[in-house]
């Protein structure tokens, strides 16, 4: 069985590229064989608006909504195509 292993963004973002980088490399023989968990956090600073500084709230929200399986009621285009988040709107 392959080891479990939270990653945080700076060493996801590695993956990103079209070439192997060094962070890559090093990483590598340790990360490739294993199952990697990737916070809420980190999905979101590697590409969407919800990563900025002023949004730890609505990162929770989102977070929250996520790990419950639940959609959130808002009018925020802030959750806007944030992947497997449900939005409710009236």
Avoid: Y
Avoid at 15 to 21: A, E, F, N, V
Avoid at 49 to 60: I, P, Q, T
Avoid at 62 to 68: D, N, P
């Amino acid at each position: 069985m392959s080891a479990v292993i939270v990653v945080d963004t700076m060493i996801a973002s590695a993956w990103l590229g079209t070439r192997q980088s060094e962070r890559q490399a090093r990483w590598a023989p340790i990360l490739e064989p294993a199952r990697w968990v990737l916070p809420f956090p980190v999905v979101a600073e590697m590409g969407h608006g919800l990563a900025a500084k002023d949004h730890e709230a609505d990162r929770w929200i989102a977070a929250v909504s996520l790990a419950g399986d639940l959609p959130i009621a808002t009018e925020d285009s802030i959750f806007e195509d944030v992947p497997g988040l449900t939005l409710l709107r009236p």
